[in-house]
């Protein structure tokens, strides 16, 4: 196979036909650079969404209440359910479906934050430790609210980095006392989030809030982790046994979305990850449709070929050329067209994909862009190799026909002189 | 040399069959000269055909160089002509996109003969035809008696021991034929067996022996002392 001799017969053949060569690899490669291109997209517009999924655990859900809509029990309808403390131990105890929880004490009207003479008035969260894994929150610098501060309620603050920039400027804020309204509270650490950057929000531990703004045992939504599940159906009804739990602790229907409401973000994670899973497949089916297109092109060309190549054939079968010299004669010239040409296509798809996620990578870091639902549209080594994989056996496949036709070539009917 | 006993061949013609060669009987001693005449249809391409194992027979026997050739699959009868049979045919089958040398060498080629060494041999026998010179050049780029010079050492270049040639002068004007004829006689003076088919009564009557054909069975013999009246009975014919 890998003969000298083979090659150099081949490249003759190849040479003496460049246009039809180039316009059968053209076929091919256009193929291959159809499926890289979509592949890419596909990759991108995934990569995109999981991106926006990415600002929080995937298996983060939320929890809220409010009244009541359905009558439940001999209770009436439009009652007020409210979260509390104990529901927090409830769920941070019993429930062996969930990982990590956070509550949240929404702090009454807008708190003013003052450092010296700077002042402003800005969202503040309340939570558990836990929230940094859950809502991934990333720190400049500081540590974020820990057990500690909780268990002892400390007055304690983790700012949004703009807010920091609002009432400190170029100073350092760690260690530094911000007033909430009247109350000095210690600066941790402070958050930054590139994501959202009119997002103004500063962390208090949820213990503090309570107590410091008249709360009580008062809880007004819960962020949890569920345990990861591979499908919708299960992270449904982890969702639905929370739900139940729940219902029962405060006596409402389970059904009942306007007494509590909440969002599981697996499932809906699942169900869009299966949407991109449809589309690639689709991708497939829609490349490998190009690419057959490409290949038949190759078969055909092959076959007139050969035909043109009857005598030629003939001769050599008369001169000793076996049947299986022959098939590896046509089958190699296949496999180099559609190789060369596929992996000029996949090159080429492969490098303009390449490209566009550097123009993107560009446009992130430079700051814009972060509207755009696409993120590394790139094919992985993996799908590439696939890819070639597929051109060599194509290749084989559509050099095969010909081949055989040449095999049956009887050298006495291609040697016959027409006179 | 070649022993045919008994030869039937038909072909098949649509539904009916035609029977061409119909119980030939053939000997032909090794280092003989010989040529098959008769007119068309009377099987003399068909039995070409069987000599050279280009194709298969319906019944009888036929030994070349002592060895039954008989339903041999085509590797094989490829293998037995690339040793046995040198052809020369009347169009000259060069390879159009090879030069002299590399049509000459390409028997070699089957056989696994590395590259320098087949061409080193090919030009030894274009020098021995007079066209070493030639050796680069792409056959459209010489006259036919050159073409068909460079068939002729592609023929004798795997040593067989028969050349087959299927009328080698048909394409050429009466000078260059003599020329070929002359190359034929010299390699049959070396002690090989050659083997022509012609039409023409002048270069049958250069070979040692005539074999006419006529509705598929050898109608007469002509030796090599009657070539003399059989030459005197074609002028008056």
């Not at chain 1, 890819?387 to 055989?404: D, H, K, N, T």
């Amino acid at each position: 196979m890998f003969d000298v001799d083979v090659w150099q017969e081949i490249f003759s053949t190849i040479k003496k036909n460049k246009l039809r060569t180039f316009l059968t690899g053209f076929s091919v490669a256009w193929g291959i650079f159809m499926l890289m291109i979509l592949l890419g997209s596909g990759n991108g517009l995934q990569n995109g969404v999981k991106e926006q999924f990415a600002e929080n655990s995937v298996n983060i859900m939320w929890m809220w209440t409010g009244d009541t809509s359905i009558p439940y029990q001999g209770l009436k309808e439009g009652r007020t359910i409210k979260f509390n403390n104990a529901d927090y131990n409830f769920l941070k105890e019993k429930d062996e479906d969930l990982e990590l929880v956070s509550s949240r004490y929404y702090l009454p009207g807008n708190i003013m934050y003052t450092y010296k003479n700077e002042y402003g008035s800005f969202e503040t969260s309340s939570c558990h430790p836990a929230l940094k894994e859950m809502e991934k929150v990333k720190l400049t610098s500081g540590r974020f609210i820990n057990d500690l501060d909780l268990n002892e309620s400390r007055k304690v603050i983790v700012l949004a980095e703009n807010v920091r920039k609002a009432l400190f400027k170029e100073e350092d804020a760690i260690g530094k006392y911000v007033k909430l309204n009247t109350v000095p509270f210690k600066v941790i650490g402070v958050s930054f989030d590139a994501k959202r950057r009119d997002g103004r929000t500063s962390y208090i531990p949820v213990s503090t809030a309570q107590r410091i703004f008249n709360g009580a045992d008062r809880v007004h939504t819960f962020a949890i982790t569920t345990k990861m599940v591979n499908t919708a159906e299960e992270a449904d009804s982890i969702t639905a046994k929370v739900r139940q739990g729940m219902a029962q602790r405060h006596k409402f229907d389970p059904k009942d979305k306007r007494a509590m409401g909440s969002f599981n973000m697996l499932a809906e994670y699942i169900r869009t990850m299966k949407i991109f899973q449809a589309i690639k497949i689709f991708v497939w089916i829609i490349g490998i449709g190009t690419l057959i297109a490409g290949i038949v092109g190759v078969s055909n060309i092959m076959l007139i070929l050969v035909k043109e190549r009857t005598r030629e054939i003939g001769i050599r079968k008369a001169l000793g050329a076996s049947p299986a010299s022959v098939i590896t004669l046509v089958l190699l010239e296949s496999i180099l067209i559609t190789t060369i040409a596929g992996y000029i296509g996949l090159l080429v798809g492969v490098g303009i994909m390449e490209g566009i996620n550097y123009g993107l990578e560009q446009m992130l870091a430079a700051g814009g862009g972060e509207r755009i639902f696409f993120r590394n549209p790139t094919v992985d080594f993996t799908t590439a190799i696939t890819s070639m994989v597929i051109l060599v056996v194509s290749g084989a496949l559509a050099g095969y026909l010909p081949a055989r036709k040449a095999a049956n070539v009887k050298p006495i009917e291609a040697l016959r002189d027409e006179n | 040399m070649i022993q045919i006993s008994n030869l039937h061949k038909s072909y098949a013609m649509g539904s009916n069959s035609l029977h061409v060669l119909k119980g030939l009987n053939l000997e032909i001693e090794e280092g003989e000269f010989v040529s098959i005449m008769g007119s068309s249809g009377s099987g003399k391409s068909t039995l070409l055909n069987i000599l050279g194992i280009l194709d298969d027979y319906d019944r009888g026997t036929y030994y070349l160089g002592g060895k039954l050739i008989q339903g041999l699959n085509e590797t094989k009868a490829a293998m037995t002509r690339n040793e046995m049979i040198g052809f020369i045919f009347q169009s000259f089958n060069l390879i159009s996109f090879k030069n002299a040398m590399e049509n000459v060498a390409l028997p070699l080629y089957y056989q696994k003969v590395s590259r320098k060494k087949r061409n080193q041999i090919a030009l030894e026998y274009l020098d021995r035809l007079g066209l070493k010179e030639w050796a680069g050049h792409l056959p459209s780029e010489l006259s036919g008696g050159q073409k068909q010079r460079v068939a002729i050492a592609r023929a004798l270049i795997s040593k067989p021991q028969i050349i087959l040639a299927d009328e080698p002068t048909g394409a050429l004007d009466s000078a260059t034929s003599f020329e070929v004829m002359d190359i034929l006689k010299d390699i049959n003076n070396q002690g090989k067996t050659v083997i022509i088919v012609t039409h023409e009564h002048d270069i049958a009557a250069m070979t040692k022996k005539i074999i006419r054909l006529k509705d598929g069975v050898i109608e007469e013999v002509i030796k090599n002392g009657d070539l003399q009246l059989f030459k005197e009975r074609i002028l008056t014919e």
